[in-house]
């Protein structure tokens, strides 16, 4: 009986009723939206517009230039350019951002008013009208325009540490609203504070004394310029919890810390390793009297000097995992590039079918052995392939290309790649260059050659410039994949 209104879309081929009628063809509302979605460059008038008509020529052209009245304008602008729904990205935001940053009285609050000069820059404002409706950064910034929070840092620690809200403070401060502060040496504070409110109160005495007094009074002596790098914030983490297992281990020995005994600590360390974790620690009881004097084991070196290469290669990932400012294909090539030191032409060039799997299972095949994505990168995958399926061409077969270019059957131009990525700040090279050079220290050269896809040769290069010691693999893997998770 539906066969009298249920047709097939011309354009995607489905066999979906098929209202409307563009160039020619009967397409289905998905198809409809897609096109008022992607307006492109009109080659009549060199404006960004809809293309959906016919000049007298037969180019595809606007509105205007086809002499025909406009009908997908945004309703307040008629701006064609970042359509969604009746109005255009731009007019979306400035509704959203009134909404979120204004008091009662619809009047903005003065100390949020950068921020909303610092989104309405953004290339598409889409993506920060997106990231306005996120929580927590919404509801946030609303509780801050309304003045039942402050806008200050500690309005932020309120909340759970997550990647994303470090990416909120980062942006609250590159807007000038929130005063810069070094943000890896604070999420540190604040999450060691969390982990000793877990403690038993005696024992969370002795480790917030020690933290607060040795750590952190030291650490934040640093100059502004010179943050923490990602190696001391793991080695502190590590150390305040392999202290309170030692603590731990005294209580179930009935072992007091006061009257430790020479014998009682040897023989604790003789059965672990946490002895390099622990000396510090150890030291520093004794020093001021929180334990007998004993024997210590030697105090391993302490990291000092600016942000290594790495931490800047781990800041680089953070804000490419969270910057919806930059184009999605072009955030996972730069992932790729940061992760799997993976050159952006080749990353350009990766076929739709060298991802396999789905969610946890998701893979990537850069080399000959599928790659396991760590899940944060996995799950902006998904979302590009899942965008992706909505954009395919208005016209034609889906691409056979991961990352498909604005040209029909084209993969993405390395150069629109490198125009994205630009803003970061990082050099491509140097920065394949130093995570390749990371990779060889920690994976023999075989392996890293197998899942990178360099050959086995630059890959031994590189482990014999480093000095590898591959030894560390799994410890590597456990710090790196704290840093993706946001040290959740
Ligand atoms: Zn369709
Ligand atoms: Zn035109
Ligand atoms: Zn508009």
């Given at each position: 009986?539906?066969?009298?209104?249920?047709?097939?879309?011309?354009?995607?081929?489905?066999?979906?009723?098929?209202?409307?009628?563009?160039?020619?063809?009967?397409?289905?509302?998905?198809?409809?939206?897609?096109?008022?979605r992607?307006?492109?460059?009109?080659?009549?008038?060199?404006?960004?517009?809809?293309?959906?008509?016919?000049?007298?020529?037969?180019?595809?052209?606007?509105?205007?230039?086809?002499?025909?009245?406009?009908?997908?304008?945004?309703?307040?602008?008629?701006?064609?350019?970042?359509?969604?729904?009746?109005?255009?990205?731009?007019?979306r935001?400035?509704?959203?951002?009134?909404?979120?940053?204004?008091?009662?009285?619809?009047?903005?609050?003065?100390?949020?008013?950068?921020?909303?000069?610092?989104?309405?820059?953004?290339?598409?404002?889409?993506?920060?009208?997106?990231?306005?409706?996120?929580?927590?950064?919404?509801?946030?910034?609303?509780?801050?325009?309304?003045?039942?929070?402050?806008?200050?840092?500690?309005?932020?620690?309120?909340?759970?540490?997550?990647?994303?809200?470090?990416?909120?403070?980062?942006?609250?401060?590159?807007?000038?609203?929130?005063?810069?502060?070094?943000?890896?040496?604070?999420?540190?504070?604040?999450?060691?504070?969390?982990?000793?409110?877990?403690?038993?109160?005696?024992?969370?005495?002795?480790?917030?004394?020690?933290?607060?007094?040795?750590?952190?009074?030291?650490?934040?002596?640093?100059?502004?310029?010179?943050?923490?790098?990602?190696?001391?914030?793991?080695?502190?983490?590590?150390?305040?919890r392999?202290?309170?297992?030692?603590?731990?281990?005294?209580?179930?020995?009935?072992?007091?810390?006061?009257?430790?005994?020479?014998?009682?600590?040897?023989?604790?360390?003789?059965?672990?390793?946490?002895?390099?974790?622990?000396?510090?620690?150890?030291?520093?009881?004794?020093?001021?009297?929180?334990?007998?004097?004993?024997?210590?084991?030697?105090?391993?070196?302490?990291?000092?000097?600016?942000?290594?290469?790495?931490?800047?290669?781990w800041?680089?990932?953070?804000?490419?995992?969270?910057?919806?400012?930059?184009?999605?294909?072009?955030?996972?090539?730069?992932?790729?590039?940061?992760?799997?030191?993976?050159?952006i032409?080749?990353?350009a060039?990766?076929?739709?079918?060298?991802?396999q799997?789905?969610?946890?299972?998701?893979?990537?095949?850069?080399?000959?052995?599928?790659?396991k994505?760590?899940?944060?990168?996995?799950?902006?995958?998904?979302?590009?392939?899942?965008?992706?399926?909505?954009?395919r061409?208005?016209?034609?077969?889906p691409?056979?290309?991961?990352?498909?270019?604005?040209?029909?059957?084209?993969?993405?131009?390395?150069?629109?790649?490198?125009?994205?990525?630009?803003?970061?700040?990082?050099?491509?090279?140097?920065?394949?260059?130093?995570?390749?050079?990371?990779?060889?220290?920690?994976?023999?050269?075989?392996?890293?050659?197998?899942?990178?896809?360099?050959?086995?040769?630059?890959?031994?290069?590189?482990?014999?410039?480093?000095?590898?010691?591959?030894?560390?693999?799994?410890?590597?893997?456990?710090?790196?994949?704290?840093?993706?998770?946001g040290?959740?």
């Open positions: 009986m539906n066969n009298g209104w249920k047709r097939r879309c011309d354009s995607c081929e489905r066999d979906v009723e098929a209202r409307y009628e563009i160039l020619g063809q009967r397409i289905c509302n998905a198809c409809y939206s897609r096109l008022r992607n307006a492109a460059t009109c080659p009549g008038c060199g404006v960004t517009k809809v293309l959906a008509f016919r000049s007298d020529s037969g180019q595809v052209v606007c509105a205007t230039c086809a002499g025909v009245p406009a009908r997908f304008g945004c309703t307040r602008c008629s701006s064609e350019e970042f359509l969604a729904g009746s109005h255009c990205g731009r007019c935001l400035e509704e959203r951002l009134n909404e979120v940053l204004t008091d009662d009285q619809g009047r903005i609050h003065p100390q949020l008013a950068p921020l909303r000069a610092h989104l309405l820059s953004t290339r598409d404002p889409r993506s920060a009208e997106r990231w306005l409706r996120r929580e927590p950064t919404g509801a946030t910034l609303r509780a801050m325009a309304g003045g039942l929070k402050p806008v200050r840092h500690e309005t932020l620690d309120e909340l759970p540490p997550s990647t994303r809200l470090r990416y909120f403070r980062r942006t609250l401060i590159a807007a000038g609203c929130l005063p810069e502060i070094d943000v890896r040496l604070h999420d540190l504070a604040l999450r060691t504070e969390s982990f000793i409110q877990t403690l038993p109160a005696d024992h969370a005495v002795i480790v917030a004394r020690y933290f607060s007094w040795e750590t952190l009074r030291k650490l934040r002596r640093r100059p502004l310029d010179r943050p923490v790098s990602v190696g001391v914030v793991n080695t502190r983490t590590t150390e305040v392999k202290i309170a297992a030692f603590l731990a281990w005294l209580d179930e020995n009935d072992v007091e810390l006061e009257t430790l005994q020479q014998v009682a600590l040897d023989r604790y360390l003789a059965h672990r390793d946490p002895h390099r974790a622990l000396a510090r620690f150890l030291r520093w009881a004794v020093h001021h009297r929180v334990m007998p004097r004993v024997r210590l084991p030697p105090t391993p070196r302490v990291e000092r000097g600016p942000a290594t290469n790495a931490d800047a290669l800041d680089h990932v953070d804000v490419l995992l969270h910057d919806e400012t930059t184009p999605l294909p072009s955030r996972i090539i730069g992932l790729f590039l940061l992760v799997f030191a993976q050159p032409s080749d990353s060039r990766l076929r739709r079918d060298a991802v799997g789905y969610g946890e299972e998701l893979t990537v095949r850069f080399g000959t052995t599928p790659v994505m760590p899940p944060p990168i996995a799950s902006l995958l998904q979302q590009h392939l899942a965008e992706a399926g909505n954009r061409p208005y016209v034609g077969q691409s056979a290309w991961l990352f498909p270019g604005t040209m029909p059957q084209q993969h993405v131009t390395e150069d629109a790649v490198r125009g994205h990525l630009a803003k970061h700040g990082f050099h491509a090279r140097a920065a394949k260059r130093a995570r390749l050079h990371q990779l060889t220290q920690v994976l023999p050269a075989s392996i890293v050659a197998d899942i990178t896809g360099y050959a086995v040769q630059t890959a031994v290069r590189h482990a014999a410039k480093s000095g590898a010691a591959w030894g560390a693999y799994p410890e590597l893997r456990e710090s790196e994949t704290s840093e993706l998770d040290h959740k």
